[in-house]
């Protein structure tokens, strides 16, 4: 079994290397948070479909209201490949780049790979909230009277828990995608190693 | 240090816990929704949820 690049001193819960272990841990984590955002109903939470909402932006209001089939399956590929995409960044590029920067999240253990994981569902939380609901979904929807406000804090009826339901489905993401996207050293009676290598090397 | 982590964690799973209590008491039977009950229930699923994460972490699966 292989690392990072040929190194064999590096294992992944998932895969043989970082790219395919990133590829499949991504996909598994936005197919849980995918499903949760459905469920969400259930527990008293404004739904977050990303797939109708995806749909909606590359097939118009108009098609995807009369073909609502059609409308989740195309913006559902268009999600997972978004949600893939933005895992294996996480994967390659930022999750070594955390254990550089941040010294503490330097050594490879899966508590490490996991709080880095929920630091990037932050991230994409922000980067949601802040550009892509507001800049995308709220002029989409603006025509049929349904707003999404500044930082997703009026969307449609709802005020600010759509703002925090939204952090629930990203930490959701990050969550599995740290837990699932785990490098650690191959050797068991190794100590942990920097984490200098993952990724970069 | 661990062991301290430990502890915040087990702090983040428990506040998590009691939002998601205040927020389900405070919410109000359907069809009417409360802002601040549907916030506390999120933000406590969250946090319940990131502290649940951090214990599998703990345990190491990779062992």
Known sequence: MEGEHGNSDVK???????????????????????????????????????????????????????????NFVVGGIIHYTSGIIWGVVFALIVHPAIGRFIKPLAALTPVNN????????IVLWIISSAFWMPLLIGPLFAPIGVGVGPFLTSFGPYGVQALFTNLL???????????LFSPTPAGGSRTWRSTSGVGVR | ??????????????????LLII????????????????????????FLLIGVGFFLAWANPTR
Request: charged share 5%; hydrophobic share 55%.
């Open chain 1, 114 to 121: 996991y709080i880095k994981g929920v630091l990037w569902g």
């Open chain 1, 12 to 70: 992944f819960l998932i895969g043989h290397n970082a790219g395919r272990s990133a590829i499949i841990a991504a996909f598994i984590a936005t197919h849980i948070a995918t499903m949760a955002g459905l469920w969400f109903g259930g527990a008293r939470l404004p739904q977050f479909d990303f797939n109708t909402l995806n749909g909606y932006l590359v097939l118009g209001l108009n098609y995807g209201f009369a073909n609502p089939a059609i």
């Open chain 2, 1 to 18: 240090m661990a062991m301290k982590l430990a502890m915040v964690y087990a702090g983040i799973l428990l506040l998590g816990l009691v």
């Open chain 2, 23 to 46: 927020g389900a008491l405070i919410e109000p039977a359907r069809p009417a929704i409360s802002q601040s009950g549907e916030s506390l229930i999120a933000l406590g699923l969250a």
């Open chain 1, 169 to 179: 489905w990203h930490s959701i993401y990050g969550i599995n995608l740290g837990l």
